[in-house]
């Protein structure tokens, strides 16, 4: 058994270990582990944008897991496992969310913290390299490359007028002042590469050597004494020693390790045979996703990217990114989205709606080869709650995930309100004529218990797991306002399980705001020190 040891140990090299470990490099001199446990990006599939949905669907880089039943059946589950993890393997959407969800996080911390949107958003600026706005919204400086799409394909251009006929209004960006509307889908790809968090922030410190990566690396649990955290254990018995961890690996193994570093709710603890540290009785709770409600319909002729995502199509989209660096893999072939209130278009946003120009299935990969479209409809504010639980006490085990989707009725009746609304989008004057025929609900699912029962058939993932290491004021919160695990010394969660609620849009901007913020909180502790 060998040891080493490092000022800071930080688990998970993901969307949010990227940020912590390069904001530490550059604003401090100490010594930098970043454990990984899966392998480097070297895979060129990450790399060329459209890659994603080969990864996927060979489920290459993930974590490869299965939720319990879900209105009778298992739902499949991953996250990246891989340097870079959500932010090499994601389809690249650049989301941060409403005003009010972080007003919502600030009320989760009351006076104790500042997470508010007008904290945030000079955050997500500074991060930012945008390749059309500057304003006060965005910013040119940053790491991350955000770009619009460099062409909007003829089935999406009719996607954004049959918006348009249905009353919701064409807004250029999403993430400025306000959501509402049909628009391009803003990427974070650059140079017709992905960006990850690895290309954003980390790889000049990988270069230099201030931050020491160990992929392949397992971490077990954290080390913990007389309260105080002092390293990791990992799969081989191998002990790092730290002066502070930060747990990065994300919403299901971040609440996985503590609870087997004897940090979670006590009965659950006691059950698995593991000595009980810190009663924590949220850690594992509060999990959150969004869930995907997916309606399909065949177009006529060859319409969108089905040709390209299947067979012969793929090698000649292949062929032409190599040689010329465009065509439909050069983006993440998803080039619309809408956001809106079914109820009252001028009300902020309550779905979500990519406007996929593929027969997709399980989000993203492409099935059959007859061209089509799939609305992925999505309640943006899920009331549902669900959680992430120990199998047994065997860290090799995968643990048990609940997402609960659909399980307040409040979110069905969201979702099937959607449905509805996709239907008459589908049949406005743009949409219409080149709709052949909706395979998904299907034209004999009407009323709504028929269609509240398709939903449940028909929900999955859109892996975006939040919530399980809860920030907030109150005792029962798994980390404080400055991301500190309750009842232990020198151990923080930064990575997207802290988020109290979930953001309104896709979560890899919003973990990678989060990141720098509570970094810069532990850097000031670290200073004051
Ligand atoms: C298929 C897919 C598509 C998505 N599409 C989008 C999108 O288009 N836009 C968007 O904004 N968001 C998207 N997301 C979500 C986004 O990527 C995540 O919200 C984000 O990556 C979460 O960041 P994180 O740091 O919390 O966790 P992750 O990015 O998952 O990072 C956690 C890291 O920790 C590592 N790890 C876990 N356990 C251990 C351990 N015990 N020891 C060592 N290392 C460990 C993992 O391997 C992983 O690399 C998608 C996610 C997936 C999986």
């Not at 593929?358 to 669900?386: C, N, W």
């Not at 120990?390 to 959607?418: H, K, Q, W, Y």
Request: with cysteine.
């Amino acid at each position: 058994m060998s040891q080493e040891a490092y000022d800071i140990v930080i688990v998970g090299a993901g969307a949010g270990g990227c940020v912590v470990a390069s904001y530490l490099a550059e604003h401090t001199d100490a010594s930098i582990a970043l454990i990984e446990a899966g392998d480097t990006d070297s895979d060129p599939f990450i790399h060329i944008p459209a890659g994603f949905a080969k990864i996927l669907a060979h489920d290459r880089h993930v974590w490869k897991y299965e939720t319990v039943p879900q209105h009778g059946t298992k739902r499949a589950y991953r996250s990246g496992k891989v340097l870079g993890g959500g932010s090499s393997i994601n389809a690249m959407a650049y989301v941060r969310g409403q005003r009010r969800d972080f007003a919502a996080w600030q009320d989760a911390v009351g006076d104790t913290g500042k997470w508010s949107y007008d904290d945030l958003l000079p955050v997500f600026k500074a991060q930012e390299h945008n390749d059309t706005f500057h304003d006060e919204y965005h910013g040119i400086g940053g790491g991350l490359a955000v770009q619009q799409p460099k062409g909007i394909n003829e089935l999406n251009q009719y996607c954004l007028k049959a918006f348009q006929e249905y009353g919701i209004p064409y807004n250029p960006d999403y993430n400025g002042e306000s959501q509402i509307g049909v628009s391009p889908v803003q990427s974070t790809v650059g140079h017709q590469r992905r960006c990850s968090a690895v290309d954003a922030y980390l790889r000049p410190h990988l270069a230099s050597g201030r931050v020491t990566l160990l992929t392949g690396n397992t971490v077990v649990r954290v080390l913990v004494e007389n309260k105080r955290a002092v390293g990791v254990e990992l799969m081989d018995n191998e002990m790092i020693m730290a002066g502070e961890v930060v747990l990065s690996a994300g919403s299901v193994h971040s609440p996985k390790i503590l609870m087997h570093s004897g940090i979670g709710p006590t009965g659950q603890l006691r059950q698995h045979g593991i000595a009980v540290i810190v009663d924590s009785p949220e850690v594992g709770e509060n999990l959150h996703d969004h869930a995907i409600v997916p309606v399909r319909a065949h177009v006529k002729g060859d319409l969108g990217y089905q040709a390209a995502a299947h067979g012969l199509g793929t090698v000649k989209a292949g062929l032409r990114y190599l040689v010329t660096k465009d065509g439909p893999a050069s983006g993440n072939g998803i080039e619309t989205v809408s956001h809106w209130n079914p109820s009252d278009f001028a009300a902020e946003p309550t779905i979500q709606c990519y406007h996929v120009p593929i027969i997709a299935t399980g989000g993203v990969s492409p099935t059959g080869d007859r061209s089509g479209i799939t609305f992925e409809l999505v309640v943006l504010q899920p009331k549902s709650r669900g959680w992430v639980r120990l199998a047994d006490n065997d860290p090799t085990s995968m643990p048990l995930i609940n997402p609960n989707f659909m399980g307040e009725e409040e979110d069905l009746r969201a979702a099937v309100e959607s449905v509805h609304a996709i239907r008459e989008v589908m049949a406005q004057e743009s949409l219409a004529p080149v709709i052949q025929q909706e395979i998904d609900p299907g034209s004999h699912i009407q009323s709504d218990a028929e269609i509240g029962e398709w939903v449940k058939r028909a929900v999955a993932t859109m892996f975006h797991p939040v919530g399980t290491c809860r920030m907030g004021q109150d005792a029962r919160a798994v980390v404080d306002a400055r991301l500190r695990v309750r009842g232990v010394d020198g151990l923080r969660v930064i990575d997207a399980s802290i988020m109290p609620n979930i953001t309104s849009g896709n979560t890899n901007a919003p973990t990678q705001a989060l990141a720098r913020h509570g970094t810069g909180m532990l850097v000031e502790d670290l200073k004051r020190t």
